[in-house]
């Protein structure tokens, strides 16, 4: 039995102009219709950056009481082991979907996950039965065209994400948690969870357009704020905002999502030789 299959499904009600809010609850299309306001995304944006410092501040109290290093010895060590930096941000995600599971679903009985916009495609979408591949294979290809036009830009730093594919460990921890985890966490949180409350707030376009910026923007710091690659990843987030809104399901930005990080991942791969050789920086 599917997941899916206790979420019933309700036909779209009459849509008004993308660029216009949405009429009352009632009148909004089912997949907008989100028991969460703005006083509840306040709640999480300051539970988000509080448990960021948190779980960080946990770290570092423990290695300094438990090991007696300096803070330059702590950064050297992080630096040198990349898998607590990703063990920090794991845990943070895992705070992040607590927060959300016992807000949405503990204390408003709601389903987790078919609240938050994962359902399934709806019969006879896109004139016949959804291929979930295709929009796989779709983020493929979204990639490829990502890859080439980053070519295209000519920076003369090294961006910070950089440092983390210098060790192969590293490397190969950093795909895994690409395809893994950073699909799953980022369409929950933005096309699951911030996409509805903005476009049912300023309309579809606003919404689409609002979510996807954010998108970019969340990954400016590790692009080192080159904003020729900032201003690609808002491309790929208003893509993946729009899958979203075109089809009413998070699936479908999600499996847009694991097919770009997918063939990013393959290709770094196979470019490097498996994380053994990396071109000089221009």
Known sequence: MSPFDDYPYLPPDPQPAPD????PQSSLPED???SWSWPHLVVFLFFGFASLLVVQLGFVLYFSAERHLSQKQI???FESRPQLLIGTNLLWFGLMFLFLYVTLAVLRGL???QS???KQFRTGQFGGKVNPWGFFFAGSGLAIFVAYASTRIHTTKEAPIEEL???RNSAMLLMAMAVLVAPLVEETVFRGYLYPLFAKTFGILPGILLTGTLFGLMHGAQLGWTWGF???LILVGIIFTFARARTGTVLASYLLHLGYNFML???SIIASRGFTQFPPHP
Not at 20 to 23: A, E, K, L
């Open 20 to 23: 216009q809010p949405y009429p």
């Open 32 to 34: 907008l219709r989100i």
């Open 75 to 77: 950064m050297q060590l």
């Open 111 to 113: 389903p987790f996950w």
């Open 116 to 118: 938050l916009g994962w």
């Open 165 to 167: 594919f210098k060790n």
């Open 230 to 232: 900032v201003f690609l």
């Open 265 to 267: 991942a393959l290709s």
